[in-house]
T-cell receptor, first 113, second 113 residues
């Protein structure tokens, strides 16, 4: 069991470009959560998805950010027209069912230059 | 709104000491509570998961307790080692439709050899 796989580990984007972050949950897990960790801050919830459905996106910025978890393939967190303030570590977690706890990936560290 | 607080924010101890990390939460209607450790620049490693019906969980030198009524959890680390140096994060799992994690601010632990 390879655990939760995130790629890329590090991503550098220029202001205005798009960033696409990928997350493959643990085998058998159908719940995916994305969290963001800003420098010197704690982990903040962004979005919760199940296959083909967004369940809770209350933590997502209203603009430029979107997420999906298609029937086939990894979950994608997409950030359009990145700005310097988007620089952070983005973590994905999976669970199934939730009361069994969460397993986190190693994260994607996004740097906007 | 659920808020999770961890004290102390930072702790430095000599090797071999037993120590206690504290976590408090404002809304006792939680589903579960999970403790993680995070090494610098790395992802989150799950340490212990306490379900709401449980009072404590143990794994090796770690013991976590949960008192829902008072909104508190403690993580006890016995015979600390330099390899225990990391940031320790407490997270409560909210009940309801999303079961999302709400993280505390973390305790940065340094164990001096």
């Amino acid at each position: 069991n390879a655990g939760v796989m995130q790629n890329p580990r590090h991503l550098v984007r220029r202001r205005g470009q798009e960033a696409r972050l990928r997350c493959s949950p643990m085998k058998g897990h159908s719940h995916v959560y994305w969290y963001r960790q800003l420098p010197e801050e704690g982990l903040k919830f962004m979005v919760y998805l199940q296959k083909e459905n967004i369940i809770d996106e209350s933590g997502m910025p209203k603009e430029r950010f979107s997420a999906e978890f298609p029937k086939e393939g990894p979950s994608i967190l997409r950030i359009q027209q990145v700005v310097r303030g988007d620089s952070a570590a983005y973590f994905c977690a999976s669970s199934s069912p939730p009361n069994y706890g969460y397993t986190f990936g190693s994260g994607t560290r996004l740097t906007v230059v | 709104k659920q808020e999770v607080t961890q004290i102390p924010a930072a702790l430095s101890v000599p090797e071999g000491e037993n120590l206690v990390l504290n976590c408090s939460f404002t809304d006792s209607a939680i589903y579960n509570l999970q403790w993680f450790r995070q090494d610098p620049g790395k992802g989150l490693t799950s340490l212990l998961l306490i379900q709401s019906s449980q009072r404590e969980q143990t794994s090796g030198r770690l013991n976590a307790s949960l008192d829902k009524s008072s909104g508190r959890s403690t993580l006890y680390i016995a015979a600390s080692q330099p390899g225990d140096s990391a940031t320790y994060l407490c997270a409560v799992i909210e009940g309801g439709a999303t079961n999302k994690l709400i993280f505390g601010t973390g305790t940065l632990l340094a164990v001096q050899p």
